[in-house]
């Protein structure tokens, strides 16, 4: 069945376009959707990609990425009428699977949704911070002292800000891929409940916890089975993961994972040379596509 991949890319053209032709296929539909900060001429990006307009600026730990997600969504629900999934990449991913085997993995996971979900607090993912207190990036300087002011007398009154009321908040990585049914579901309540975008708007990283709140408390959060990518993050809480280099192709290959970040089109040249040899050779089969990856939540 037809699948469908929604790119997000703010960088680095050469390793976009070979993200794109990596993934050119009969039964793939490629989206792109640009930042709009990004000085790059849309003419040079692969034709075989759609692009995703308009194009919308978009600010790292801020509301806009969710913003932008969600308008792109909106776009590809508006002219795919029928697909089994959208994968949801960044520019700077990378398959490790043959499209061949991919379509095999994808397909025997039909009835799962592939995003993580790990439950917010102390037994689970210690981000609680995130959503206790207001954030705000960019904005007029009223609103940025109206959060710092909010913020200054939660912590002398020793409260902090609280869930929306019937949610328990979940997170986990950007990237995922989503039944087009579980999609449709996410929108329609996004549409009827208005309030979640103004909560999530003063939120940190909202991206990482928006779209894993929703389906987890939606009909579909018993198909949720992880997200099938490979990450790799520095020790210490930096904020950004490791750029892949060749060293880490069998790190990568033993994951299980669908596709790995983050690539740069010249530092992760000879692994990108590795990962397309592996996928003319057939690139594994459809068990090792549906091995579990271990990816780890970031700080």
């Known amino acids: 069945m037809k699948q469908v991949f929604l790119i997000h890319a703010h960088q680095d053209l050469a390793q976009l376009n070979a993200l794109l032709s990596r993934l050119a296929d009969p039964d793939f539909v490629l989206y792109v959707h640009l930042d709009r900060k990004w000085r790059v001429d849309p003419a040079r990006v692969d034709a075989r990609a759609r692009q995703v307009l308009p194009r919308l600026d978009v600010r790292w730990g801020a509301y806009s990425q969710v913003a932008a997600t969600l308008a792109s969504l909106r776009h590809v629900l508006a002219h795919e009428s029928a697909f089994d999934k959208l994968t949801f990449l960044s520019g700077q991913d990378y398959p490790v699977l043959s499209n061949g085997a991919l379509k095999a993995a994808l397909a025997a ?109 939606s009909p579909f959060a018993g198909r949720v089975a992880g997200n099938y990518r490979y990450v790799q993050w520095p020790a210490g809480g930096a904020r950004n993961p490791q750029i892949l280099v060749e060293d880490d192709f069998g790190r990568i290959l033993a994951s299980g994972a669908h596709f790995c970040r983050k690539l740069d089109g010249s530092t992760s040249a000879g692994l990108r040379a590795r990962l397309d040899a592996w996928a003319g050779e057939g690139a594994g089969s459809v068990n090792e596509g549906l091995q579990h990856p271990t990816t780890p939540v970031r700080p």
């Open 109 to 217: 996971l039909r009835e799962r949704e592939l995003i993580d979900a790990v439950p917010i607090g102390p037994e689970g993912w210690p981000a609680g911070y995130r959503y206790q207190y207001f954030y705000r990036e960019g904005g007029t300087l009223p609103l940025r002292l109206a959060c710092a002011l909010a913020n200054r007398a939660l912590r002398l009154a020793g409260r902090t800000r609280s869930f929306p009321a019937g949610l328990r908040p979940y997170g986990g990585a950007t990237w995922w891929s989503l039944s087009r049914p579980c999609l449709h579901e996410l929108l329609v309540r996004v549409d009827l409940h208005p309030a979640l975008a103004r909560f999530f708007r003063s939120v940190l990283c909202p991206d990482e916890l928006f779209f894993q709140t929703l389906i987890m408390a």
